[in-house]
């Protein structure tokens, strides 16, 4: 059973954040846990346009060389759209493959002596023409991720959930809200993640 009332960090450990480019950006979310969480070393580990097959490719020296203490998990917008609208030209991701890579993740990190170990879902939608294009495509996937979660038996960040409770604020609104382009969130919609983050990870 994980105790989901602990701290998800130590003073003095390292957090590696793992993920695409909504990890990538900076200033990001990356960015605010890096201030908030003084006591600690957050490493960004973000690559633009990753899905978790390609992500997999780079695990090895991005996440388990480093050898860090905890690892945030945060991937799917790309894998969710591959296959589909202006990206039909790459491979398809389905649900189920991202799920299974998530989990792999987590048992290469394990193997490691990693154990501290999260997953965020992504977030709830895609906003604007992007949603239009996909549809409501990304809950599939943030269902896989919550999946995986507890496949493995790490701490779920429900970024779907939050995506959604804002939207849920703000009724009538249409567009772009959380996002300034449909995928990548604005400034808010980064310090939201990250404290989303830190909620899950009982670290606030």
Excluded at 137 to 144: D, G, M, N, P, S
């Amino acid at each position: 059973m994980l105790d989901l009332e602990q701290k998800f960090l130590a003073d003095g450990e390292t957090l590696i954040c793992f993920g695409d480019s909504l990890t990538a950006a900076n200033p990001g979310y990356v960015s605010v846990l890096q201030a908030k969480l003084t006591e600690n070393t957050v490493v960004n580990a973000g690559r633009g346009g990753d899905k978790t097959p390609w992500a997999l490719t780079r695990f090895q020296t991005d996440v388990l060389d480093r050898k860090p203490d905890a690892l945030s998990i945060l991937l799917g917008a790309n894998d969710a759209a591959v296959g589909r609208g202006r990206w039909a030209d790459e491979p398809m991701v389905t649900p189920e493959a991202y799920r299974c890579n998530l989990v792999w993740m987590v048992h290469l990190a394990r193997l490691s002596g990693i154990r501290k170990i999260s997953i965020a879902t992504p977030l709830g939608a895609f906003e604007g023409d992007t949603f239009r294009e996909q549809g409501d495509i990304l809950a599939q996937y943030a269902l896989a991720a919550r999946h995986a979660a507890d496949e493995a038996k790490v701490r779920l960040v429900p970024l779907d959930a939050m995506f959604r409770e804002e939207w849920a604020k703000h009724p009538g609104h249409t567009g772009l809200l959380l996002t300034r382009d449909g995928t990548h969130p604005t400034q808010e919609g980064y310090a939201l993640i990250a404290e989303t983050m830190c909620r899950a990870w009982r670290m606030m």
